[in-house]
């Protein structure tokens, strides 16, 4: 599957931004969908995920209660609303896919394919 994320963008902090992710390829319901982010010098991290036929949403703790994770099968695309934004939270945010899944959706070498990524920066 191919993907491409969009919506990235610089905003201040308290601000909300929405990022998308737009897959082609297989039924779309059939893929688990991820967004991981990437700090300068940090480890790419696990955000959220959003698993395939059912919509089970899973959250980082540092993103629980500030994005939600989305998805449009019919449109193949997932969404990641961000609120609240804080400079800790610039990074480029990749979109990921797997196969349909309930378990180690946090875990991003368990994804098969990724975007090339959408830059958030976040001013103070």
């Known amino acids: 599957v191919q993907l491409e994320e969009s919506g990235g963008g610089l905003v201040q902090a308290g601000d909300s931004l929405t990022l998308s992710c737009a897959a082609s390829g297989r039924p779309f319901s059939g893929y688990s969908m991820g967004w991981f982010r990437q700090a300068p010098g940090k480890d790419r991290e696990f955000v959220a995920a959003?698993?395939?036929?059912?919509?089970?949403?899973y959250y980082a703790d540092s993103a629980n209660g500030r994005f939600a994770i989305s998805r449009d099968n019919a449109k193949n695309t997932v969404f990641l609303q961000m609120s609240r934004l804080n400079p800790e939270d610039t990074a480029v945010y990749y979109c990921a896919a797997r196969d349909d899944s309930y378990s180690d959706l946090d875990r991003a070498l368990r994804y098969d394919s990724w975007g090339q990524g959408t830059q958030v920066t976040v001013s103070s």
């Open positions: 959003v698993s395939g036929r059912a919509g089970t949403t």
